[in-house]
């Protein structure tokens, strides 16, 4: 049985928007990929600083396990963030329901750019706030009284910036970008 042309040109086209909608989902899902990966770097990272500082304080001054605890675990937040982000980009794709049918190339872009504030604030924001948080524990093993001071609040300076990179992604995900399927 031979095709007529007009039925090939249906075919190819059908293939071409099949294959650009999988191109697409795949853009989005790489920017929640690294918005996840990258602020779960930071932090692990930032972690790992801030818990070598308290390890230290702790062998000789194990009653400032709490305040240590809460310097410690502070540079955690900015993988939260983007694990958040990441599981926002999975509900706009309607991830887990039957899918997202249609989506163009510059709507899985714009998904990717949505993700890139909080995944590269949230990683150096992460490293930086573990270094802060190590500072203030070393501050605190000698002068107890400003391990809040020296130690939470500048922690939480540096905390700012997450957030900021955070609510960005967050509003655009949500807000800034419509999912419109791709006319055929």
Same mark, same amino acid.
């Given at each position: 049985?031979?095709?007529?042309?007009?039925?090939?040109? $249906?075919?190819?086209?059908?293939?071409?928007?099949?294959?650009?909608?999988?191109?697409?989902?795949?853009?989005?899902l790489?920017?929640?990929?690294?918005a996840?990966?990258?602020?779960?770097?930071?932090?692990?990272?930032?972690?790992?600083?801030?818990?070598?500082?308290?390890?230290?304080?702790?062998?000789?001054?194990? $009653?400032?396990?709490?305040?240590?605890?809460?310097?410690?675990?502070?540079?955690?937040?900015?993988?939260i963030?983007?694990?958040?982000?990441?599981?926002?980009?999975?509900?706009?794709?309607?991830?887990?329901?039957?899918?997202?049918?249609?989506?163009?190339i510059?709507?899985?872009?714009?998904?990717?750019?949505?993700?890139?504030?909080?995944?590269?604030?949230?990683?150096?924001?992460?490293?930086?706030?573990?270094?802060?948080?190590?500072?203030?524990?070393?501050?605190?093993?000698?002068?107890? $009284?400003?391990?809040?001071?020296?130690?939470?609040v500048?922690?939480?300076?540096? $905390?700012?910036?997450?957030?900021?990179?955070?609510?960005?992604?967050?509003?655009?995900?949500?807000?800034?970008?419509?999912?419109?399927?791709?006319?055929?």
């Amino acid at each position: 049985m031979e095709q007529t042309a007009e039925q090939l040109a $249906e075919q190819l086209a059908e293939q071409l928007s099949i294959n650009t909608m999988n191109y697409a989902i795949a853009i989005a899902l790489a920017g929640a990929a690294l918005a996840t990966f990258m602020t779960g770097i930071g932090s692990s990272i930032g972690l790992g600083i801030a818990g070598r500082a308290a390890t230290g304080v702790l062998s000789e001054k194990p $009653e400032r396990y709490g305040l240590m605890t809460i310097l410690v675990v502070l540079p955690s937040t900015q993988g939260i963030y983007g694990f958040v982000i990441g599981l926002f980009v999975l509900i706009k794709l309607e991830m887990f329901g039957e899918g997202l049918e249609g989506l163009s190339i510059a709507t899985g872009l714009q998904i990717f750019a949505a993700c890139m504030p909080v995944a590269i604030a949230g990683m150096f924001s992460a490293i930086h706030q573990g270094k802060t948080c190590a500072g203030g524990i070393l501050m605190s093993a000698k002068r107890p $009284e400003m391990g809040v001071k020296a130690g939470v609040v500048y922690a939480a300076l540096v $905390e700012f910036y997450a957030i900021l990179g955070f609510l960005i992604s967050l509003l655009a995900i949500m807000i800034g970008i419509g999912v419109i399927p791709k006319v055929v």
